[in-house]
């Protein structure tokens, strides 16, 4: 089973899409329905095994294959460190995964990663606050 890598990453579910943060890289991920969906489950302890199983019980015409696009999305959920093997084991037992959807996609932004990496404390100009970086 598997957890979100608290506290480094920080995350959020807006209209259906997971917003991810990695607070040591500076990166942010975006995730589609069907990601979100699989991010949520697995962070909540359901094998990747449960996942797919729901997405076959989901119905819908999906166009892809869970069994290998499960495991996929799970490499990169830990390659990016975003997910870690669970400390504890936990289940999760209500899995509605969304109907149809493409792919679970993880997109990955760097262009606010200087802006994220900022010490608020110790890099910030006084007069002008955060986001406006010291110069000294």
């Not at 975003?82 to 993880?106: C, F, M, N, Q, V």
Request: hydrophobic share 40%; proline share 7%; charged share 25%.
């Amino acid at each position: 089973m598997y957890e979100v890598n608290e506290p480094r990453i920080i995350h959020e579910v807006i209209e259906g899409n997971a917003v991810v943060i990695d607070g040591e890289r500076g990166l942010y991920y975006a995730l589609n329905p069907v990601g979100t969906f699989l991010f949520s489950a697995l962070a909540a302890g359901a094998s990747p095994d449960d996942v797919v199983e729901a997405l076959a019980e989901g119905g819908g015409s999906r166009g892809w294959d869970a069994r290998e696009a499960v495991p996929r999305f799970l490499g990169e959920l830990l390659r990016q460190e975003i997910l870690r093997p669970a400390r504890e084991a936990s289940r999760t037992h209500d899995l509605k995964p969304p109907a149809g959807g493409e792919a679970p996609t993880l997109t990955c932004f760097e262009d606010l990663q200087e802006l994220l990496l900022i010490d608020p404390i110790h890099q910030v100009d006084i007069s002008e606050g955060w986001p406006v970086e010291r110069n000294d």
